[in-house]
């Protein structure tokens, strides 16, 4: 079977550092992506590795290991707005760009 | 850049009726895809339209339709609903191969009594 697991929360302090890990086993993989999502929100795009090694986006960083099966999401300098879902999703056909498989998501909570 | 919209926002249903959702996709995108989202749970995969036909879909039955028109306006029918369907529809539009991210909308909330 196809399964993404995620742990189901995290909760950190404003300005804190947190990484959400994603492990996958799937029958194909092409790439790793990682939504965000806020309460009754549309999922929004965060980041993308399709190979192995660490994109940086702002305050976002997000890592792929393929041998491993495995990557994370890093927040650092956490917010109170960072307080959301956040899934970790794999595409395993390469042309079928509207198909992800999903993991649970992890809820994060940011404290003040 | 128009993004891409879904309406209705809420729909309350009886079980065994039959309902429509609609989606607008991101202009300049030619894939669209639905989504289900269960309380709690991620979105899991409907199937996706490109170029007008069904190009993919996920673990649902043939109750759960689609349509994608020329101007990649996208419709999800669901026929003899079930309780079990009350959930979060997803739209979302994005090209069809390579690592191009989803772009979704709010969503319809619907909810079958």
């Known amino acids: 079977g196809q399964s993404l697991e995620q742990p189901s929360e995290v909760t950190a302090v404003e300005g804190a550092i947190v990484q959400i890990n994603c492990t996958y086993q799937?029958?194909?993989?092409?790439?790793l992506s990682w939504y965000q999502q806020h309460d009754g929100g549309a999922p929004t795009f965060l980041s993308y590795?399709?190979?192995?090694g660490l994109e940086e986006t702002g305050r976002f960083s997000s890592f792929l290991s393929r041998s491993d099966s495995y990557g994370y999401l890093l927040l650092q300098e956490l917010q109170m707005k960072d307080s959301a879902s956040y899934f970790c999703?794999?595409?395993?056909?390469?042309?079928?760009?509207?198909?992800?498989?999903f993991g649970q998501g992890t809820e994060l909570s940011v404290k003040p | 850049e128009t993004g891409v919209t879904q309406s209705p926002t809420h729909l309350i249903k009886t079980r065994g009726q039959q309902v429509t959702l609609r989606c607008s996709s991101q202009?300049?995108?030619?894939?669209v895809s639905w989504y289900q989202q269960a309380l709690g749970q991620g979105p899991q995969f409907i199937f996706q339209?490109?170029?007008?036909?069904?190009?993919g879909r996920g673990n649902f039955p043939p109750r759960f339709s689609g349509l994608q028109f020329p101007n990649y306006s996208s419709e999800l029918n669901v026929n003899a609903l079930e309780l079990d369907d009350s959930a979060l529809y997803l739209c979302?539009?994005?090209?069809?191969?390579?690592?191009?991210?989803?772009?979704f909308g709010n969503g319809t909330r619907l909810t079958v009594t």
């Open positions: 202009s300049g995108h030619n894939t």
């Open positions: 590795n399709a190979l192995d």
């Open positions: 979302a539009s994005s090209f069809r191969t390579g690592d191009s991210p989803l772009h």
């Open positions: 339209y490109y170029r007008e036909e069904e190009n």
């Open positions: 999703a794999v595409r395993d056909r390469y042309n079928q760009g509207g198909k992800l498989i």
């Open positions: 799937t029958s194909g993989f092409y790439g």
